[in-house]
């Protein structure tokens, strides 16, 4: 038999049969993995979508492991075949562009059921700073949270949405308020165990393996599947109640702004802090946009305050709001520490809001909002997102041009709209992700969603025309959580990263079997 035909079978039995003996090349799956595929029609479905409900790509089989040896034979033996079958790794599936979907009748491997390694709080002893925890990669960080607060201690670096997978956060960057003090959750890492794209598990670090270990972070699965990350631990803010039980607190505050070069000039000035223990410091910094565009969200607000607010957007067209947070315990006196952060603050006068919540309310204050959007059908949906990077010598010109002459100007609703600044020296260049090149940049996310097929095609057309502006304006953003590119463009977006990034993956995922959802190597 010519040899291409028999590849070609060959491919076909493994991705349509799985149980079934591959005699014509004396190939069979593994025993003790067959019986961890299906195709179920359900599964097959679930499999084929994600968060953003934009690409849907539905794969030949699901491999649903209960050990991480299953995933490492399930590598192996696509390597062993002459034409490999490709592997989507899929933990929530918050992607928004396919990234976690398996083209090219491909196996999803779905990280949800895995069992084996939770969440393990170690190297504790009494006031100990150098706790960590050792965690799953498909456990989600919301048990996380949970574990190690019952500890009294928490990770330090956050997303804004807690129910997400620690592998998949990992893989890209996992930013959020905190990232301008502690950096992205790929700072935050100790130590890494990776099924590689040849099958090996490996246990890795900055000093051991560490090609792996700076790959994997940020490497958007191209390099090996994370199913294990020790996680540092501080401790977490404590206050005892009338009952003694410990309450975790925050001061939560909103800032008011009609003027966006002082609202961005404050948000620099509060994460400059980070760096001088001499000062009080914010615990989280991030930044909003009110459109004059219903619906306004003013849930945050006090009832009596929604008219006088809905007054001032109407006047100014846009107002930027600053997020900021200040933790708190016991000892803290976090009535002067509020006053001393927010003091020569150039928010509009009268126009500062404050509330308190427990640190895990805070944390995941999101929750409540999914569970209020599924209540309405509003949840899975299409969410067509975009999230860049922006250098801080280019903001102003990028919230003139985009935020004022595209958003403002379009009469769609513009949705959740972020803006918040991070400190580049709170992220490692060695490892895979790509930022703009000075020592601050913002983190833009405008957060889309709506069952509108019609109103999914105008967001796509205001994003592209967002990029089309930066590219026509010389600025040098980065995009983030993005796909659907040609080659050429991940080229592009890699910049002189790239040579680093294609022999990263020649090394360890030599057969390009891993996350083809992402559309890197072709």
Same mark, same amino acid.
């Given at each position: 038999?010519?040899?291409?035909?028999?590849?070609? =079978?060959?491919?076909?039995?493994?991705?349509?049969?799985?149980?079934?003996?591959?005699?014509?090349?004396?190939?069979?799956?593994?025993?003790?993995?067959?019986?961890? =595929?299906?195709?179920?029609?359900?599964?097959?479905?679930?499999?084929?979508?994600?968060?953003?409900?934009?690409?849907?790509?539905?794969?030949?089989?699901?491999?649903?492991?209960?050990?991480?040896?299953?995933?490492?034979?399930?590598?192996?033996?696509?390597?062993?075949?002459?034409?490999?079958?490709?592997?989507?790794? /899929?933990?929530?599936?918050?992607?928004?562009?396919?990234?976690?979907?398996?083209?090219?009748?491909?196996?999803?491997?779905?990280?949800?059921?895995?069992?084996?390694?939770?969440?393990?709080?170690?190297?504790?002893?009494?006031?100990?700073?150098?706790?960590?925890?050792?965690?799953?990669?498909?456990?989600?960080?919301?048990?996380?949270?949970?574990?190690?607060?019952?500890?009294?201690?928490?990770?330090?670096?956050?997303?804004?949405?807690?129910?997400?997978?620690?592998?998949?956060?990992?893989?890209?960057?996992?930013?959020?308020?905190?990232?301008?003090?502690?950096?992205?959750?790929?700072?935050?890492?100790?130590?890494?165990?990776?099924?590689?794209?040849?099958?090996?598990?490996?246990?890795?670090?900055?000093?051991?393996?560490?090609?792996?270990?700076?790959?994997?972070?940020?490497?958007?699965?191209?390099?090996?599947?994370?199913?294990?990350?020790?996680?540092?631990?501080?401790?977490?803010?404590?206050?005892?109640?009338?009952?003694?039980?410990?309450?975790?607190?925050?001061?939560?505050?909103?800032?008011?702004?009609?003027?966006?070069?002082?609202?961005?000039?404050?948000?620099?000035?509060?994460?400059?802090?980070?760096?001088?223990?001499?000062?009080?410091?914010?615990?989280?910094?991030?930044?909003?946009?009110? =459109?004059?565009?219903?619906?306004?969200?003013?849930?945050?607000?006090?009832?009596?305050?929604?008219?006088?607010?809905?007054?001032?957007?109407?006047?100014?067209?846009?107002?930027?709001?600053?997020?900021?947070?200040?933790?708190?315990?016991?000892?803290?006196?976090?009535?002067?520490?509020?006053?001393?952060?927010?003091?020569?603050?150039?928010?509009?006068?009268?126009?500062?809001?404050?509330?308190?919540?427990?640190?895990?309310?805070?944390?995941?204050?999101?929750?409540?909002?999914?569970?209020?959007?599924?209540?309405?059908?509003?949840?899975?949906?299409?969410?067509?997102?975009?999230?860049?990077?922006?250098? /801080?010598? /280019?903001?102003?010109?990028?919230?003139?041009?985009?935020?004022?002459?595209?958003?403002?100007?379009?009469?769609?609703?513009?949705?959740?709209?972020?803006?918040?600044?991070?400190? /580049?020296?709170?992220?490692?260049?060695?490892?895979?992700?790509?930022?703009?090149?000075?020592?601050? =940049?913002?983190?833009?996310?405008?957060?889309?969603?709506?069952?509108?097929?019609?109103?999914?095609?105008?967001?796509?057309?205001?994003?592209?025309?967002?990029?089309?502006?930066?590219?026509?304006?010389?600025?040098?953003?980065?995009?983030?959580?993005?796909?659907?590119?040609?080659?050429?463009?991940?080229?592009?977006?890699?910049?002189?990263?790239?040579?680093?990034?294609?022999?990263?993956?020649?090394?360890?995922?030599?057969?390009?079997?891993?996350?083809?959802?992402?559309?890197?190597?072709?």
């Amino acid at each position: 038999m010519d040899v291409s035909n028999l590849a070609f =079978f060959i491919a076909i039995a493994v991705l349509c049969l799985p149980c079934t003996v591959f005699t014509e090349a004396n190939f069979k799956v593994p025993r003790e993995i067959a019986s961890k =595929f299906s195709r179920d029609p359900q599964i097959l479905s679930l499999a084929s979508t994600d968060y953003g409900h934009i690409v849907h790509e539905t794969p030949s089989q699901v491999f649903e492991p209960s050990s991480v040896s299953d995933i490492s034979s399930l590598i192996k033996f696509s390597n062993s075949l002459p034409t490999p079958f490709t592997i989507a790794t /899929r933990g929530k599936a918050h992607s928004i562009l396919g990234q976690a979907q398996a083209r090219r009748n491909g196996v999803v491997l779905n990280m949800t059921n895995l069992k084996g390694s939770l969440v393990s709080v170690s190297n504790c002893s009494g006031k100990s700073l150098n706790c960590y925890a050792d965690v799953g990669g498909e456990v989600l960080w919301i048990d996380v949270l949970h574990a190690t607060l019952e500890r009294g201690l928490t990770p330090l670096s956050w997303t804004d949405y807690l129910y997400l997978s620690v592998g998949g956060t990992l893989s890209n960057a996992g930013i959020s308020g905190q990232a301008f003090r502690f950096g992205p959750q790929i700072s935050n890492v100790l130590q890494l165990d990776v099924v590689t794209g040849k099958g090996e598990l490996v246990s890795c670090s900055r000093d051991k393996n560490s090609e792996l270990f700076y790959g994997v972070l940020g490497g958007l699965g191209q390099f090996g599947v994370i199913t294990r990350a020790r996680i540092p631990l501080g401790p977490a803010p404590t206050r005892a109640s009338i009952f003694m039980w410990n309450i975790l607190q925050v001061k939560w505050l909103h800032l008011l702004y009609n003027n966006f070069n002082a609202f961005s000039r404050d948000q620099e000035h509060l994460i400059s802090f980070s760096e001088n223990k001499n000062t009080t410091a914010a615990d989280y910094v991030e930044g909003m946009l009110l =459109f004059n565009q219903p619906p306004l969200d003013l849930s945050f607000y006090p009832d009596s305050d929604h008219q006088r607010i809905t007054s001032l957007v109407t006047q100014n067209g846009i107002i930027y709001i600053i997020e900021l947070v200040k933790y708190y315990d016991s000892n803290s006196q976090v009535a002067k520490d509020v006053a001393d952060l927010v003091k020569g603050l150039n928010f509009v006068p009268t126009f500062i809001f404050e509330k308190d919540a427990s640190y895990e309310e805070f944390l995941n204050r999101v929750y409540a909002e999914e569970l209020f959007l599924r209540s309405k059908g509003l949840w899975e949906v299409p969410h067509p997102w975009l999230n860049i990077w922006i250098p /801080r010598s /280019r903001i102003s010109d990028f919230n003139e041009g985009v935020f004022n002459n595209i958003i403002l100007k379009q009469n769609i609703s513009s949705g959740i709209s972020l803006i918040y600044p991070l400190n /580049r020296n709170k992220w490692d260049d060695k490892m895979s992700p790509v930022t703009p090149e000075e020592d601050v =940049f913002y983190a833009v996310s405008l957060l889309r969603a709506t069952s509108s097929i019609d109103m999914v095609k105008k967001y796509e057309s205001q994003n592209q025309q967002i990029l089309e502006f930066c590219k026509g304006a010389g600025i040098k953003i980065t995009e983030y959580l993005t796909g659907n590119k040609t080659q050429k463009q991940w080229m592009e977006h890699f910049g002189s990263k790239w040579k680093l990034f294609a022999d990263r993956k020649a090394q360890f995922d030599p057969k390009r079997i891993l996350s083809p959802g992402q559309g890197i190597f072709q």
